[in-house]
């Protein structure tokens, strides 16, 4: 499991690049440098379904960022900026809150099985019985379109909620109006 | 949008039908090797943004992908829930699996509706992504500045 | 347990970019790295030692597989994600197109 340790020491490195670097399209390719690493940790965790979606969805995502940097623009003018008294209180929220999440993340730990060995109270019926009630080889695509099919029609209707939106407030149509009275 | 220079564009040419081939068999054999509606879907709409990237297109053009994307999008939903709404039909919950001991198992006609189900959620992946990438990038949206 | 503590670390850099950071893009990068670390937290949950992927390849093979259900929850939430991620990005371009600036203070001064 010692890869998996290096990924992971990367995948910190690279969401600290992401978040703290001054050009943004640099960090659109550190999120990347991210979204990649979680894919091959999926590998490592034998998930190959997820490791796949993983790296597509990871490539149109850079994309996506970059169709919109390129459009409006990629220097970060707030990096460089010393801390205004505005930041105060939200600082100490997040220190707060990262204190009490420890607490928690303390607690909740010890109640989970270890890595390694998962409780798998549900799982065991899904892969003792899948292929036999299903017909599928594949035990996720049994688990996501018949064991647990309405979970992915309501994936359905966000994602076309989430197209729906991305469209409606990109369109330019029905703007003009709202610009000449402003004006 | 502007296309691209003439090497982009003839990588694009070579790769971008092996891309839409390769998403096509992950989606139809998603119910018995790693991948499925999700990444076969994603992976198509990959294909036409590549081929959106590199030759570039005019509004009317983009017009068009526009409403091919949509109407593809809509089909695939609609296909889903006419899957589901087809267990009513034979007096059983709704999505429940259909002729599921059709076909032998580990080859490809067999699992029941879950291949269709693919079939239909890598419609609406693929499309709306396609969607999202025309509405994000393309030049019928163009700002003002 | 290291992996776990991982994803929570991973999850609180996210967390600090959409609470303290002012730049709006910043704001979505932090997003998409707490959606990162969640979907690993919940592959690593689902993680058994020295067992396959669920992928049945022979009718009487030994099923000594990792969970499939942490997996399958995974698989609609990232594509949910890329869909989320796309419509905040949107909004940004449509807030930089009016304002001019993707710094919420300034976005904030120029309100109104």
């Not at chain 2, 969607?131 to 019928?140: D, T, V």
Request: neutral net charge.
């Amino acid at each position: 499991m010692i890869e998996l340790y290096v990924l992971l020491v990367a995948m910190l490195a690279a969401a600290i690049v992401a978040i703290e670097v001054k050009d943004l399209l640099a960090a659109a390719v550190a999120m990347g440098i991210v979204g990649f690493s979680v894919a091959i940790a999926f590998i490592l965790v034998q998930a190959p379904d997820l490791a796949i979606v993983q790296i597509v969805v990871e490539i149109l995502a850079v994309v996506f960022f970059a169709a919109v940097l390129l459009r409006t623009t990629h220097r970060d003018s707030t990096v460089s900026r010393r801390i205004t008294p505005v930041m105060v209180f939200p600082s100490v929220v997040f220190g707060f809150f990262v204190v009490l999440f420890g607490v928690i993340v303390a607690i909740a730990l010890r109640e989970l099985p270890a890595f390694g060995s998962p409780a798998m109270r549900v799982a065991g019926e899904y892969l003792a019985i899948g292929m036999e009630q299903t017909g599928a080889a594949n035990l996720v695509a049994s688990v996501i379109l018949d064991f647990r099919a309405y979970d992915t029609l309501g994936e359905a209707v966000v994602l076309f909620t989430a197209v729906v939106g991305v469209l409606t407030v990109v369109r330019q149509l029905g703007r003009k109006e709202d610009k000449g009275r402003e004006e | 949008m502007r296309g691209m220079s003439l090497i982009v564009q003839t990588v694009a040419r070579l790769v971008a039908g092996m891309l839409f081939l390769f998403g096509c068999y992950i989606v139809l054999h998603g119910h018995l090797t790693p991948g499925g509606g999700f990444a076969g879907g994603v992976l198509i709409a990959a294909a036409y943004i590549l081929v959106s990237l590199a030759f570039g297109s005019v509004e009317n053009v983009e017009q068009h992908r526009y409403t091919f994307s949509s109407v593809f999008e809509s089909m695939g939903g609609l296909g889903f829930v006419l899957l589901g709404l087809m267990g009513y039909v034979a007096g059983l919950d709704f999505l429940n699996n259909l002729w599921a001991d059709y076909g032998t198992p580990l080859r490809l006609v067999s699992g029941g509706i879950i291949p269709l189900a693919n079939v239909a959620i890598s419609m609406k992946v693929g499309a709306g992504l396609f969607g999202i990438f025309l509405a994000l990038g393309a030049s019928r949206f163009v700002m003002k500045d | 347990m290291v992996p776990f503590l991982a994803c929570i670390v991973l999850f609180l850099f996210g967390l600090y970019a959409v609470l303290l950071k002012r730049n709006i893009i910043k704001i979505i990068i932090g997003f998409s790295i707490m959606e990162y670390a969640v979907n690993l937290f919940f592959a690593f949950a689902g993680f058994k030692r020295e067992a396959l992927a669920p992928i049945i390849t022979d009718v009487g093979m030994v099923r000594n597989f990792v969970d499939p259900l942490p997996q399958a929850l995974v698989l609609t939430s990232i594509v949910i994600a890329l869909a989320t991620t796309a419509l905040m990005l949107a909004l940004a371009m449509r807030i930089y197109e009016k304002y001019k600036t993707f710094d919420i203070a300034e976005i904030r001064r120029l309100k109104g």
